[in-house]
């Protein structure tokens, strides 16, 4: 079974410029996760879908920060513009659910961005 | 107070030796999930517990949810085992995130 993929692994951009990260989760998962994980912290949720649906956006800073599953498969978090303080590992998650009930969430391999 | 508690922080030890990490909660759970992660690299879900115990390997996770606890044991530690090992309770939707643990094992 293919894991979840995440594209850059790696991303240098300078402050106020904008970037992209895609994500394509494990097959028939219905659910996915964006954290950033700042450098010696846990990972923040940044937006949980549900399909295509957001089911939790609260920690997400919307004026700079977008996120879209489109066709509730693969996503896409957008930055626009960035700030030093991005500077972070992006994990993409994705799990399924069983009546009703989240299964464990499988982790991308990450996407490490730095902010100049 | 943080409602997801991981002791120790940091814990070195010496190859061969049983490793326990503990994971205290305060929130009612409907499971609880041991992941690890290496330097540089992705998180890997170790285990997803509701009840009792499970076993992978060299790996041991137990939890008592009338104590709002878990502990991970390592059995045999080898110093690939090094990595940050993190306790997530999942009350609703959301997970909550310990801060993880950092284990060092020396050859």
């Known amino acids: 079974e293919a894991g979840v993929a995440q594209s850059p692994r790696y991303k240098i951009i300078e402050k106020r410029q904008s970037v992209a990260f895609w994500c394509n989760p494990i097959s028939g998962h219905a659910t996915l996760y964006w954290y950033q994980q700042i450098l010696g912290q846990g990972p923040k949720l940044l937006i949980q879908f549900q399909n295509n649906g957001v089911v939790d956006d609260s920690q997400l800073p919307k004026d700079r920060f977008s996120a879209e599953r489109l066709k509730g498969v693969d996503s896409t978090l957008k930055i626009q513009p960035a700030k030093l303080e991005d500077s972070a590992v992006y994990l993409c998650a994705s799990s399924s659910t069983s009546g009703g009930a989240y299964n464990e969430q499988f982790f991308g391999p990450g996407t490490r961005l730095t902010v100049l | ?107």
């Open chain 2, 1 to 107: 107070k943080n409602e997801v508690e991981q002791s120790p922080q940091n814990l070195t030890a010496q190859e061969g030796e049983f490793i326990t990490i503990n994971c205290s909660y305060s929130v009612g759970i409907s499971a609880l999930h041991w992941l690890q992660q290496h330097p540089g690299g992705g998180i890997v879900s170790l285990f997803m517990l509701s009840s009792g115990k499970k076993k992978h390997g060299r790996l041991i996770a137990t939890i008592n949810i009338q104590e709002k606890h878990s502990s991970l044991h390592i059995t045999a530690s080898h110093p690939r085992d090094s990595a940050v090992y993190i306790c997530a309770v999942r009350p609703n939707y959301q997970l909550i995130w310990g801060a993880g643990t950092k284990l060092i094992i020396k050859p």
